[in-house]
């Protein structure tokens, strides 16, 4: 019964999410497509939740439906992934990422397109993102990212982000980091 209570809310969210990601041109016109993230991550409860998932598969570069967007969270950019049962809490703010399956990112986490979207010129002048170098963050399979991470790197499978931590440097697989900035304090332990 629950399987089937799943298959209905997934395929009704897909409807629904149809028309804003046909209008968006399936994430290819990103000021429709951000205006839409927004719309869609305002939407409450569960049916919010399956909301979000089904415009994310529909817009993004590739979006499990078997994961849980939370209330408040949306991503910046259509080129990210979100792979099978990955949790992503409320308030989250992602760029251009690929999210292993498996992971678990707790509320309040921003993972932004690299550490270098916004450079200076020759007179130290900040430019606007248009001239900034984007560049994918890959968390692997089995991640846990704490309440409030920022995470500008990529982050190995199987690894624990203390909550407030920010990842400027990659994390290797199997890795507890923690701090500003980031740095590993020991292993990942299996069952904790």
Known sequence: ????????L????????????AASGFGRLEPVFS??????????????????VAFYRLTLVECSLESRISFG??????????GPHVYIGCYCIIGRAAIG????????????????????N?????????????????IGDHCWIGAAAVVM??????????????VSRPIPPGSVAVGN????????????
């Open 153 to 166: 790197a990529d982050v190995g499978s199987g690894a624990t982000i203390g909550a407030g931590s920010v």
């Open 1 to 8: 019964m629950k399987r089937a209570a799943k298959f209905l």
């Open 101 to 120: 399956h498996h992971t678990q990112i707790a509320s309040g986490v921003q993972i932004t397109s690299g550490s270098r979207q916004h450079i200076r």
């Open 73 to 82: 969270s949306f991503f910046a950019h259509p080129e990210a992934t979100v």
């Open 10 to 21: 997934r395929s009704l969210s897909l409807v629904a999410a149809l028309p804003l990601a």
């Open 35 to 52: 205006f839409f993230a927004h719309c869609c991550a305002m939407a409450p409860g569960i049916p919010g939740d399956y909301l979000r």
């Open 122 to 138: 020759e007179r130290g002048e900040i430019s606007g993102a248009e001239q900034g170098a984007f560049a994918p963050v890959k």
């Open 181 to 192: 900035p980031a740095r590993v304090i020991g292993a990942a332990e299996p069952g904790s």
